[in-house]
């Protein structure tokens, strides 16, 4: 606390200086003095552009490398190899253009300072420098664009029928996940039957839903394809999984999905990472409330056999619920009983 009072008290002071600096300058202009008294000053500005200019450059690349590891997480997906290219490809670009532009900057006012003898040249149009500079970005940013839309084409195209299905539901201000029973079939789902019991709105009348799970957290296996059927039962949020390059938005009465391949497992990034107590987190990327900071949910990746085990080892949500099993079989008695007298 005390470095950055110190840091904040010494760029004020910087910043009181400059304004003196420039304030004593303008008062030399009103009072008319002459271009050589002001010239002094030109050119001290124009000093200060260039070494502002050399020091900036230095200190954002010494930066980005001895704090690399920190601003970036490793990749543990298929796409998301393919995501972090495309990122740092367009960060490359970006990077060239920034300085590069920033050069001329700089350069051009230390270069171009005021001078009593120079005049400006006037440069009213050039057609080839016209084109250079609209053709070249053009052609640049159509390949980032198509690049990074063949990409997210590929990433939300119809996943492999292998895909383990997972429904993944936001709602304010946590996630609720459910997996499809022995059949592999998920259930479908009305939120006319969201209540206190069924939060999922779960419709148990298709057969489908009734060996339906839904556990506390998710288990993905790694090195096989997962699919997110992603939904939002009030506001929208956003699927963010960092480690997965994954982010897909969950929009009320818009299903979305995301399928990726997990590269590597838990305890796998707990080796990498150095942190024995490293988890996967799915968090929601969307400000939904006050509660939005709560939104956290917790990922495993298993090995394929750990995974299978686990899935076997799951009892369906209606098993776990008998009072409601209960209240169903009573709303079907009813239900039978009223088609009978109709009849």
């Not at 003095?33 to 200019?53: C, H, P």
């Not at 298929?78 to 532009?101: D, P, S, Y």
């Not at 209540?195 to 556990?215: C, I, R, Y």
Request: glycine share 4%; charged share 20%; aromatic share 14%.
């Amino acid at each position: 606390m005390l470095n950055l009072i110190i840091w904040l008290a010494v760029i004020l002071i910087i910043a009181i200086l400059v304004t003196i600096f420039r304030a004593h300058t303008l008062v030399q202009v009103m009072k008319d003095k002459k271009a050589e008294d002001i010239g002094a000053s030109n050119n001290v500005n124009g000093i200060l552009f260039m070494v502002f200019l050399v020091l900036g450059v230095i200190l954002f690349a010494g930066y980005s490398f001895s704090e690399f590891d920190r601003y970036t997480v490793p990749v543990a997906s298929e796409h998301g190899a393919i995501t972090f290219k495309l990122f740092w490809i367009t960060m490359a670009v970006t990077i060239f253009v920034f300085i590069g532009t920033h050069i001329f900057l700089f350069y051009f006012a230390f270069r171009y300072k005021h001078k009593e003898d120079q005049k400006a040249y006037f440069y009213p149009h050039n057609d080839k420098l016209e084109m250079i500079w609209t053709i070249i970005p053009a052609i640049v940013l159509t390949l980032l664009i198509w690049s990074g839309f063949s990409a997210w084409s590929k990433i939300t195209s119809q996943a492999p029928e292998n895909a383990e299905v997972v429904e993944v539901v936001g709602y304010q201000y946590a996630w609720a996940s459910r997996y499809p029973g022995k059949d592999k079939a998920l259930g479908d789902h009305n939120y006319q039957l969201i209540d206190s019991e069924n939060q999922l709105g779960v419709d148990f009348t298709d057969k489908n839903a009734l060996d339906d799970f839904m556990p506390r957290e998710i288990h993905i296996p790694k090195g096989k394809p997962v699919l997110f059927k992603i939904r939002a039962r009030d506001v929208i949020h956003s699927v963010y999984v960092p480690w997965f390059r994954m982010q897909m938005n969950a929009v009320p009465g818009m299903p979305t999905q995301f399928w990726f391949v997990p590269t590597k497992s838990t305890e796998d990034m707990r080796k990498e990472t150095g942190n024995p107590d490293f988890q996967y987190e799915l968090v929601c990327n969307k400000i939904c409330g006050k509660g939005h900071f709560a939104m956290r949910h917790i990922i495993v990746v298993d090995e394929p056999e750990e995974y299978e085990k686990w899935y076997a080892s799951q009892e369906s949500w209606l098993s776990k619920n008998p009072d409601y099993t209960a209240k169903l079989k009573k709303s079907k008695a009813a239900e039978s009983v009223a088609l009978k007298a109709g009849n």
